[in-house]
């Protein structure tokens, strides 16, 4: 077909789905935007972005527009939480810089948003339909039909499935359950003048304790500050999220060193996410239906990598199209058969991670004896995997 009179519906208004409606339409595709909420927007505090993920903004368009809105990190740390000692620091100023060709930033999630929504709402090839929950799919002729629980039937040549954890489109093309993974993220932004002074360092900052960890980093030109804490609950936890206590945050920290435990008091309001991943998958595309982000592959937050592999996808997507000719059963395959195995690569990575900030008694000491001697340059070597992706080699990056 050709791709100048080709359409897609992309279910999901959130950063993977503005970003997969973006990647489409430059690629000559008309876009319906299906969202389940009143409004276009977003909740939450503040993310960490990757060199991977301005590479992924720059192919989109709106790098420039993240960038303006990003505070820009000098190192990241790693701290023991029992005792406050240095476990590791990796320079991601200049030298990260050259090596990776971005920098490595944070945002609060709001901001990164509303700089691809911009983008979006300016693109005469993308329409809106809010307050549109999904419950399907099912095939129309040639064509594929996204039916919402009113029973409207919104037709198109392809469907994205940018829905999320919960994801509809993912529960029929696979459905399979969620990970409740029992980790309880607490997040709530603070402003810095209710930060402590020694607290307040130009970088994500990891305080590891047993069985849980603080991250505190800047935002908003440092007149806010993200705080993120995590704990393994003692309930039997459901996927979800809630208003949270102060008083539930203390009971799981009381074995944490003053410097860091210090921060606890200072938020005025928490909300309290139940985390989920999914075990990876072979495949998630069927025909001319997918999915991308965490409607494909959730993960958890330890290596801030959630936005950045939904990103990631909503290009290689793109490019796909580009590559296939408008044939979106050939673009959907070749799609997945990259983003499948570098994602798995992701969500596992990121659970090692989780346990290597939980760490406890011996494991501890290995922990906080793992990173001595090690050049910044043996860091970056390591990181290649993860940081040097880039629009020009997604189609083949990690084969």
Known sequence: MSTHSASAIVVGGGIGGLAAALALTRQGIRVQLLEQAATIGEIGAGIQLGANAYAALDALGVGDAARGRSVFTDRLMLMDAVDASEVVTVDVGEPFRQRFGNPYGVIHR????LSILEAVEKDPLISFRTSTR???YEPQGKQVAVIDEAGNRYVADAVVGADG????????????????TGHVVYRAVVDVADMPQE?????????????????HYPLRGGQQYNLVVTFHSREREAWGVREGSK??????????HPRPHQMLDRPTSWKRWATADREPVEHWSEGSVTVLGDAAH??????????CMALEDAVTLGEAVRESRGDFTEAFRRYESVRVPRTARVV??????GRIYHAAGVERQVRNAL??????????????????????????WGR
């Open 134 to 136: 999904v419950r399907g």
């Open 348 to 353: 596992w990575s990121t659970r090692e991670m």
């Open 199 to 215: 607290l307040q360092v130009n970088a994500p900052v990891v305080w590891a304790g047993p069985r849980c960890h603080l991250v």
């Open 165 to 180: 954890v919960k994801s509809a489109i993912r529960q029929q093309l696979i459905g399979d359950p969620v990970r409740v």
């Open 110 to 113: 709001a901001d990164i948003h």
């Open 247 to 256: 008083e539930e945050v203390l009971s799981y920290f009381q074995g944490v």
């Open 298 to 307: 959730p993960m958890t937050q330890y290596l801030a990598q959630g936005a």
């Open 371 to 396: 990173w001595k001697g090690r050049r910044q340059e043996q860091f970056y070597d390591a990181l290649q995997w993860l940081y040097g992706w880039k629009v020009e080699n997604c189609l083949s």
